[in-house]
């Protein structure tokens, strides 16, 4: 299951989380919701954090073994514009969890999953997703368009992470929801 999907800047110190969505809560009756929604934040700023250190050690290794400094993004192959890696239980979730990230127009798009999840599956599901939002929401504008446009981030979350359920889509079903999605956000 997908606990959480974020997307946050990566050139800024410290990252800037410009979207989240939680499809699952830690379980702690102890906690007033204003507690465990502070909580919840924390830990995703955490992961976020993680992500942005994991991707500027990238550009940095990159750096050094090509002697190249500029625009570093569009000169990274894109298997260094993509990783994953896993979180140890307590440190900061109560369980297990793998974070798979995607860099995509200068934002990081991040699925946190169990451990158990379908980690292909799910670097395809990213992709789609971070190409949808690329299309419909950020187009040629900045990183910060996602905050103006939180119902068509999660519009489209939704149809492809349903309740925090991985979806197994084939080509034909994802140019179906596509054409779905396009209908939904163009106002159809």
Same mark, same amino acid.
């Given at each position: ?5 974020? *997307? ?6 410290? *990252? ?92 990081? #798009? ?57 979806? #197994? ?20």
């Amino acid at each position: 299951m997908v606990y959480a999907f974020l *997307c946050h800047t990566l050139w800024k110190d410290p *990252c800037r989380l410009l979207y989240s969505y939680t499809f699952a809560e830690d379980e702690d009756s102890e906690c007033t919701s204003d507690e465990v929604r502070r909580v919840m934040k924390t830990n995703l700023l955490d992961v976020a954090g993680r992500v942005q250190a994991d991707f500027k050690f990238r550009c940095a290794a990159h750096v050094t073994t090509q002697g190249e400094r500029e625009n570093e993004e569009f000169k990274l192959q894109p298997h260094e514009l993509n990783g994953f890696f896993r979180l140890s239980q307590g440190d900061p979730f109560d369980k297990t969890k793998i974070v798979i990230w995607q860099v995509l127009h200068k934002c990081a #798009f991040v699925l946190i999953l169990d451990q158990d999840e379908n980690r292909l599956l799910s670097e395809q599901v990213l992709t789609v997703i971070g190409n949808l939002i690329k299309d419909y929401i950020i187009k040629d504008l900045t990183p910060s368009e996602i905050l103006l446009k939180a119902d068509k981030m999660a519009a489209i979350i939704l149809k492809f992470i349903p309740n925090g359920q991985m979806l #197994f889509l084939n080509q034909k079903v994802t140019k179906q929801y596509e054409k779905e999605l396009e209908q939904l956000l163009s106002g159809k």
